[in-house]
């Protein structure tokens, strides 16, 4: 089994900065991607961006490009989520996901961390 756990979540004003943290545990995570979702209100949970563990390949959402970006501290098992100059928009619950080679989704999920941006 693998768990995730979000922090970092809160209330920020529009155009701050917010970094959120996913901690990894229960299972290796060579061979695991992790990925940051999010779910706006009223609306469907969608893909924000990846990072592979090993080799560090990043997958985005087009439209986050330049804004939020990913990274992994090996030495804590956490995978980062960067985001700047926040919109509005942005305003969702985010979770955290792994996804492990040779599975078609992300199979584990965390609880989710609530990240409201007002304007």
């Known amino acids: 089994q693998v768990q995730l756990v979000e922090s970092g979540g809160g209330l920020v004003q529009a155009g701050d900065s917010l970094s959120l943290s996913c901690a990894v545990s229960g299972r290796t995570t060579n061979s695991c991607t992790i990925g940051w979702f999010r779910q706006p209100p009223g609306k469907d949970r969608q893909f924000v961006i990846s990072?592979?563990?090993?080799?560090?390949?990043?997958d985005y959402q087009d439209s986050l490009k330049g804004r939020f970006t990913i990274s992994r501290d090996n030495a804590r098992n956490t995978v980062n989520l960067q985001m700047n100059r926040l919109k509005a928009e942005d305003t969702a619950v985010y979770y955290c996901?792994?996804?492990?080679?040779?599975?078609?989704?992300?199979?584990?999920w965390g609880q989710g961390t609530q990240v409201t941006v007002s304007s």
């Open positions: 996901a792994a996804r492990y080679s040779g599975d078609v989704t992300y199979s584990y």
């Open positions: 990072i592979r563990w090993t080799g560090g390949k990043i």
